[in-house]
């Protein structure tokens, strides 16, 4: 059983495989010359020492993070296709997984020669399942290494573009992707109707959770006065989700980044006495805590989708 599950799916395994590597070619050598600009520019350094103060001075430095990432921005452009990457895998290697075998009756031929649908199922889902797992850890560490000096320079780890394809989401997605795909097969028996399922399935499911995203754990505040000559450091990475100028009362006037006055202006402060600043945000420092919390409900939906997807094999398909 397990040497005829492998004859009918090496052809995807191959192909996977041969996508990774030709991946690689592009995204190595890239990444090694991003790397050293990065260090050798003195970026990493300066980023080190600057991205620990929770204020610094109005003209502090950038650390030339900016010109950084103007010089590689194409290349966090290229993020967009990663994000996909994913859905493909569940939508070309679960979706035809059950959905194929149905569909051209060849399940009979299988069930008729002594193996039960347990063990077919079992071994199918395991097969699949570890190569599956096996590439979606090797390219979610290759586009980590890739995508980290870009990351860095931007302060944006948690940015759409950062976040859904670097560390262990990207793992994630795919495990619950094929899973949908194979669940899907179950239900629609036919290739295409179980891959269109797997596509609103996953969309769906990755809209409601990145809406979700910001609410994994309460947010927190940082309050900072209207005169002085200080401002936030931009360069902490943290994920700002709302900011304005608040009167004294605590309602808000306006949403603006930062309203600020130097304290030693000749001219008049044009706002309130007591005015204040308030930034909502999401620490950088829950970075791996909010990928581990995404990564882990991914998961867990796939093993329920999985556990469908038996029990329909075991009841359901004739």
């Known amino acids: 059983m397990l040497w005829l599950t492998w004859r009918q799916h090496r052809t995807h395994v191959l192909f996977a495989v041969l996508a990774l590597a030709a991946l690689a070619a592009v995204l190595v050598p890239t990444g090694r010359q991003m790397h050293r600009v990065f260090v050798d520019s003195g970026l990493s350094g300066c980023l080190d020492a ?70 077919w199922a079992a071994v199918k889902l395991s097969l699949v399942g570890t190569v599956t797992l096996a590439l979606a850890v090797a390219y979610a560490e290759l586009v980590s290494w890739w995508l980290t000096p870009l990351a860095r ?16 989401v990207p793992i994630g997605y795919t495990v619950f992707a094929v899973a949908a795909g194979i669940a899907a097969g179950t239900v629609w028996r036919r290739m295409v109707p179980a891959m269109a399922a797997t596509l609103v399935a996953f969309l769906a499911t990755r809209v409601a959770v990145a809406v979700a995203r910001p609410h994994f754990l309460p947010v927190r505040e940082r309050r900072f006065p209207v005169v002085t000559d200080t401002r936030p450091n931009a360069l902490l990475g943290d994920w700002l989700l709302d900011y304005g100028l608040y009167a ?16 030693a202006a000749t001219e008049p402060c044009p706002y ?6 308030l930034h909502t945000y999401q620490p950088a420092d829950r970075f791996w805590l909010f990928q581990h919390i995404e990564a882990g409900i991914f998961a867990a939906l796939a093993v329920v989708l999985l556990a469908l997807a038996v029990h329909r094999i075991r009841r359901r398909i004739a």
């Open 248 to 263: 004294p009362d605590g309602h808000k006037l306006r949403r603006v980044y930062r309203a600020s006055c130097a304290p």
């Open 50 to 119: 600057m991205s620990r103060a929770e204020f610094v001075p109005e003209d502090a430095t950038d650390c030339g993070a900016g010109r950084f990432a103007d010089r590689y921005g194409l290349f966090g452009t290229v993020a967009i296709v990663f994000a996909v990457l994913p859905l493909l895998v569940g939508m070309f290697f679960g979706a035809p997984l059950v959905a194929r075998e149905v569909e051209h009756g060849t399940h009979r031929l299988v069930w008729t020669q002594g193996t039960t649908r347990l063990r």
């Open 272 to 277: 309130l006495p007591g005015s204040y600043n």
């Open 153 to 168: 320079a931007g302060a944006s780890r948690f940015s759409s573009l950062t976040f859904d394809v670097v560390g262990v």
